[in-house]
């Protein structure tokens, strides 16, 4: 009974730290973008 409870709290977490992780991702290559390794960075996503 209170196993689908558990497993949807679980993917809400889940998805929350992942979205608050890319978050913090992009406010840091926006804070850092005049520096080289960003540069880099994005030269090599996009070859991809």
């Not at 913090?24 to 926006?30: A, E, K």
């Amino acid at each position: 009974m209170r196993s689908p409870l558990r497993w949807a709290i679980a993917g809400y977490l889940l998805l929350f730290m992942t979205l608050a992780l890319m978050r913090m991702r992009n406010l840091i290559l926006l804070m850092e973008k005049r520096r080289p390794w960003v540069s880099e960075l994005i030269l090599k996503r996009g070859h991809r």
